[in-house]
């Protein structure tokens, strides 16, 4: 097999087709993709495209090892992926232009959401907010005024004092765990609770998780 | 070494004129060479609390338009040979003046030698407040022991770091020491437990700061003033030194001293 069509670009209307081998080993293709769009580089540069997977079924590791290779290596904004034998009738999601590149968007539906998670290190601030498909979690304090919204689990790694809204795409078992809750609202899905009013400020500070069973809201310690 | 900084808190009517005031002014009393601008342009207060009201002839939005020369329109303060004040213009609005026209006199304002230059930032957190911070190294930000002015706080800060102002430093302004023995006022743990900065001072509440800003005198050139000695500390800090916290004590009678060794 000639090594030079292991991995093979087609432009078409629609984005770009790149076709997998089949048999190869995933490393080998690995290096290959990466060589091509080394090559390529010019030609990808700021180009806006979708990008379809086809010729063999990937996983979504694998799927996003090739995706972290073009992202990395290129300028190229990629507005959605798909992978075509794996699912001729699945309708794309579509990323807004400018989650381009970032490569926690690059999702479509047949990956899990909420398995995607977005790290942030710092303290959120009131009027401002961290928004993310997948998950998110947070190494600090979300104050009193700021908001996190999640298509799947919050984990906090501070106090939550704002608000926070879990499985904000309607993924009902999505949770919201943080060492000092004491949110103003928790949203899970679809259900918004407001959290009691704490009176006694030296109450011992657990971490605690919030899910939804019975369209309630339960909190409860953690361990 | 020449440096800017801001003095702003997002809410109004937390203290950021009169800090400005008293910050400019001890820091002329060290022997630096200090200029307070006037950034609050159509709600121009510093000339009022400084005392210079009488004697503005030219102002901020003046320099910037190119009607005058900037040392034209820099008062000079006669009890304070060292503390210049550049005024806000009362007949125009925040508009006016643009954050690169502010860096640009931030930076002509270092080159004319000045030590420190005080921005006072108008509240809230439009173009004014963008105007405030644009030339700004360094800020300050006050709030008052109250949630309503810790949450604006809290989203100054935030604006500050997503513009390159990292590491603010707060004074809690107008401290009432009873209320927070008698647990009825936030304490300074409390207030730093939401914002996460360090501490530049701790200004108690105290009379003698309305009285000296209404008769055009800062407080931090009484001696006898507790406010004062705050911001005497405060200035001190700012040149680098280490100052331990005021205690507040309460003026305990000799009574309430008799009480206590009695019930030890």
Known sequence: ?223 | MSEVIVVTSGKGGVGKTTSSANIGTGLALANKKVALIDADIGLRNLDVVMGLENRIVYDLVDVVEGNCRLKQALIKDKRFDKLFLLPAAQTRDKNAVSPEQMKKLCEDLKEDGFDYIIVDCPAGIEQGFKNAIAGADRAVVITTPEVSAVRDADRIIGLLEANGLNNPLLILNRLRVDMVKRGDMMNIEDVTEILAIDVLGIVPDDEAIVVSTNRGEPAVSDPNSKAGEAYRNITRRILGEEVPFMKFEENESFFTKLKKIFSK
């Open chain 1, 1 to 223: 097999m000639n090594p030079e069509n292991l991995v093979i670009f087609k432009g078409t209307r629609d984005g770009i087709n790149i076709i997998v081998d089949k048999e190869a080993d995933f490393n080998d293709i690995k290096s290959k993709l990466e060589k091509k769009v080394l090559e390529a580089t010019k030609f990808f540069s700021g180009a806006k495209t979708n990008i379809f997977f086809s010729g063999r079924e990937l996983t979504s590791e694998e799927e996003m090892d090739l995706l972290e290779i073009i992202s990395e290596k290129t300028q190229i904004n990629i507005t959605y992926v798909d992978t075509k034998e794996s699912n001729e009738d699945a309708k794309p999601v579509e990323i807004p232009n400018d989650k381009a590149l970032d490569l926690g968007s690059l999702v479509h539906e047949q990956l899990k959401q909420h398995n995607l998670t977005k790290f942030y290190k710092g303290n959120i601030r009131s009027g401002q907010e961290i928004s993310f498909v997948g998950s998110v979690v947070i190494i600090g304090d979300v104050n009193p005024g700021a908001f996190v919204k999640a298509g799947g689990n919050i984990i906090i790694l501070g106090a939550l004092k704002g608000i926070a809204h879990a499985g904000c795409n309607g993924m009902r078992d999505a949770f919201i765990a943080a060492l000092t809750m004491r949110p103003v609202q928790l949203r899970i899905a679809d259900i918004i609770t407001r959290f009691p009013v704490i009176e006694d400020k030296n109450a011992p500070l657990r971490p605690e998780y919030a899910y939804i069973e019975d369209n309630q809201v339960y909190v409860l310690q953690l361990a």
